[in-house]
């Protein structure tokens, strides 16, 4: 614990949002923060400079996508992430259930742990709550995250509640077998779309909470309105001296209402994905520069920001590399996205410490930026 220290800065008048900062071995992250992902030790098609000026305090990697190109050995031979990616602030990694449960064919689940075949090849591997937190340790992050079992979206009762169970159970595992003091271990709050169960696994997870706790298993096809309702039924719960980190969550609205909830930490691969398809997010709604109506359009993607692409490039250019198939096009959009986000989150911040977030989320409520997202689709 002499390595991390959590203690909020701020509770507006308004509405009860908070402003934080977390100390940890790599530097202090004010919170409400973004987080980019940079699932393989990279985030995609920037550079780690890059990705510092635009604003981010800290990124992600991924347990499970640099095990299984058995990458943990190499990076924890170089000295761990920071040093294999010559990235010196924060790193977060999460545990890899995610991924297992989604990404991998599964072929049996026990109290022990899952086995599973490899999305690359087919290989057999088998993922364990001690293995998960090997894999984190080998990996060197600074806040790693316990094994957990997500149940999909829309699965019965008895099944969420039996995959809260196993997960409460990893968590004691993951618990006793850490044992690097300079990585913090977050617990994370299952429970489906099950109010009860949900409050539930808070209480339960408690226990094991030493500098944070996460909450999973939103943001996986439930329609908004539900994640926001689970999200109100737990912010009574949780601990008020520590981050709170709801786990796969990017959109720009949903950030600002999970603000408004009491989240401290959010993370997604949102803006460099969508990015890689030419859509960025800015002031005015979600701009597809694939549009057509963008061919001859000379101006920046958003007149309002500041960031590299738009005080140096157009909405034409960038366009033109995208159809064209060059990756710089790919990069000019993830740097905006990313920077977009990152300033969304200072903004929130600003807004709360000014005793104004109740003026900022209706104002922002609506607008484009925020109008876009829901408009699009209640489904996430």
């Known amino acids: 614990m002499t390595n991390f220290s959590f ?15 977390f100390r940890t071995p790599h530097g202090v992250i004010e919170t409400p923060v973004f987080m980019p992902v940079g699932t393989q030790a990279t985030v995609k098609t920037l ?27 190499i990076v924890s031979r170089a000295g761990g992430l920071h040093e294999f990616m010559g990235w010196n602030k924060p790193i977060l990694t999460d545990s890899g259930g995610f991924q297992v449960f989604s990404l991998a064919k599964l072929n049996k689940i026990t109290d022990e742990g899952v086995e599973f075949s490899s999305h690359i090849d087919g290989s057999r591997h088998f993922f364990s709550p001690e293995k998960s937190i090997d894999v984190q340790n080998a990996l060197g992050a600074d806040i790693i995250m316990a094994f957990d079992e997500c149940s999909a979206s829309g699965c019965d009762r008895r099944y969420a509640e039996s995959a809260l169970s196993r997960t409460t159970t990893w968590l004691a595992r993951c618990k006793k077998h850490h044992k690097n003091d300079k990585q ?33 298993g939103l943001s996986v096809g439930e329609p908004k309105s539900v994640m926001y309702d689970m999200r109100d039924v737990l912010q009574p719960e949780y601990p008020i001296d520590m981050p709170r980190y709801l786990m796969g969550v990017g959109s720009p609205d949903c950030l600002c209402e999970g603000g408004g909830r009491g989240i401290d930490m959010f993370d997604c691969v949102l803006p460099t994905r969508t990015a890689r398809n030419g859509l960025a997010f800015t002031t005015g709604g979600k701009l597809n520069v694939r549009n057509a109506a963008y061919k001859d359009d000379f101006t920046p993607l958003d007149g309002n920001c500041g ?7 157009t909405r034409a250019y960038i366009r033109h590399l995208i159809i064209a198939g060059e990756i710089f ?27 104004k977030f109740g003026d900022f989320l209706r ?8 109008t876009d997202n829901v408009r699009e689709s209640d489904e996430l």
């Open 7 to 21: 203690k909020q800065t701020h509770i507006c008048k308004q509405t009860g949002a908070r402003t934080g900062e």
């Open 47 to 73: 550079a780690p400079y890059e990705v510092e000026e635009l604003g981010a305090q800290i990124i992600l990697a991924n347990t499970y996508h640099l095990h299984m190109r058995r990458g943990e050995e």
């Open 184 to 216: 913090m271990l977050f617990p994370i709050i299952q429970g489906n779309m099950f109010a009860d169960l949900r409050v539930r696994a808070a209480r339960e997870v408690l226990p094991y909470c030493e500098c944070g706790v996460a909450v999973g």
């Open 307 to 313: 960031c590299y692409a738009c005080t140096h490039f």
């Open 329 to 355: 096009g790919a990069r000019l959009i993830s740097y905006h996205n990313l920077y977009y986000l990152t300033h969304l989150m200072a903004r929130v911040r600003e807004a709360i410490k000014s005793d």
């Open 363 to 370: 104002d922002f409520r609506a607008s484009r930026e925020y």
